[in-house]
């Protein structure tokens, strides 16, 4: 069972430009969300996390904002550089069962 | 770096066979997750252990098993292989005994194919 969704396999965005990264999740009881990055060869890298209890969460370039009514979390990059080409995955989890999302491939164009 | 290390890299087995995968942690890291990634899906939760003892499994059957050692190393073993464990297997360390909510590190994983 899919409990969380990327639906966007692949995101291509120009440098400077905002990236828009989604994520939906159908099981309520997820209190806490995560996104990670992965580069090839290389395990995934956490990047910015967000509780249940807020709803938007910054860190530099790296905004999360989660909308609980709608089950939905998102990954705001800007401004979007072409270092930040890779697959981001979303996570949500409770009581230590973490569920991922299978990723979408960003690329960002010089 | 995480500092989070996995061994081998990359593995082929056969049906039926049995593998060990071994994850070594980061130091002071008490709480491990073994994750497995089928091409084109996102890591699926298998187990977590604090402390040596399993904290948590999601929905694989028994002939996935694993262990903790107090020098922060690990083991993720499969029985009976079929053609659908291959796949890449991820272990992630953190230090507290809520690892899906504290920083969990990943290492860069095992890639076993099974024929």
């Known amino acids: 069972d899919q409990q969380v969704k990327q639906n966007s396999p692949s995101l291509s965005v120009q440098e400077g430009r905002i990236s828009i990264l989604n994520c939906d999740y159908t099981n309520s009881m997820f209190d806490y969300f995560l996104w990670y990055k992965k580069y090839p060869a290389e395990g995934p890298t956490f990047l910015i996390s967000i509780s249940s209890i807020k709803d938007k969460n910054e860190d530099g370039r790296f905004t999360v904002f989660l909308n609980k009514s709608a089950k939905h979390l998102s990954l705001h990059i800007v401004p979007s550089q072409p270092g930040d080409s890779a697959v981001y995955f979303c996570a949500a989890s409770a009581h230590n069962d973490m569920r991922f999302g299978a990723g979408t491939r960003l690329t960002v164009k010089p | 770096e995480t500092g989070v290390t996995q061994s081998p890299t990359h593995l082929i087995k056969t049906r039926g066979q049995q593998v060990t995968l071994r994850c070594s942690s980061q130091s002071g890291h008490n709480t491990v997750s073994w994750y497995q990634q089928a091409l084109g899906q996102g890591p699926q939760f298998i187990f977590q252990?604090?402390?040596?003892?399993?904290?948590g499994r999601g929905n694989f059957p028994p002939r996935f098993s694993g262990l903790q050692f107090p020098n922060y190393s690990s083991e993720l073993n499969v029985n009976a292989l079929e053609l659908d464990d291959s796949a890449l297997y991820l272990c992630?360390?953190?230090?507290?005994?809520?690892?899906?909510?504290?920083?969990?590190?990943f290492g860069p994983g095992t890639r076993l194919t099974v024929l």
């Open positions: 992630a360390s953190s230090r507290t005994r809520q690892g899906s909510t504290d920083t969990q590190y």
């Open positions: 252990y604090y402390r040596e003892e399993e904290n």
